[in-house]
């Protein structure tokens, strides 16, 4: 799918968490160059890349949030660091988080194209958020390096009574021609918050 836009729907992190994964998308680029998960927001993917249907577009997507959001509630957040393959914040699989991320699912998939209904078939849900992936370096000593790294970031962000409560939908856009499939996208992409929602207090 070349230069189409395309939707993602997004839990955004409390500003205390936020501002530590935003500070440490800083520090990777500016000691170790890595620039792609710093393109994007602190986020944990909800439902995303979404290529629509010809004939919809964001106004289907904007009513059906706000016709199921209001009944979901904010959650307890949790997370550990993952380093395997790429490195990022793994996220507890609150029940809440989970019944949130298949109700969004749910109500937006009739809005797909056949290509985006194809990207998004699997039903599993790993929720996470990213502080470095595909601009990772082969290097086993410099990988070793930002590994460590990342663990002192880690033990610097807030791990008490955080709670989930912001959704934000997003408009996606490459600036120039390309494939979404491609694995360095990110490099073309451009973005804007088309609306942000707050879920009520736990």
């Not at 799918?1 to 939707?7: D, E, S, V």
């Not at 990988?143 to 790294?149: E, R, S, Y």
């Amino acid at each position: 799918m070349t230069g189409q836009k395309t939707y993602g729907v997004y839990f955004i992190p409390p500003p205390e968490l936020a501002y530590k994964i935003g500070l440490a998308h800083l520090l990777l680029k500016q000691n170790y160059g890595l620039e792609a998960a710093g393109k994007f927001m602190p986020h944990c993917t909800l439902f995303a890349l979404l290529h629509l249907e010809e004939g919809f577009g964001e106004n289907e997507l904007i009513a059906a949030l706000d016709r199921i959001l209001p009944g979901h509630k904010a959650f307890p957040l949790a997370f550990r660091l993952e380093t395997e393959y790429f490195i990022r914040l793994e996220m507890e699989k609150h029940p809440d988080l989970v019944n949130l991320q298949a109700n969004i699912r749910e109500e937006l998939l009739p809005f797909l194209s056949e290509y985006g209904r194809k990207r998004r078939a699997s039903t599993r849900y790993n929720p996470h958020m990213t502080l470095a992936f595909s601009d990772l370096p082969s290097d086993t000593g410099l990988l070793h390096q930002i590994k460590a790294f990342c663990l002192e970031l880690y033990r610097t962000m807030p791990q008490e009574s955080l709670w989930g409560n912001i959704v934000q939908l997003v408009e996606f856009n490459l600036q120039k021609p390309g494939e979404w499939d491609a694995q360095d996208y990110w490099c073309y992409m451009n973005w804007r918050i088309i609306k942000s929602y707050t879920l009520s207090a736990k």
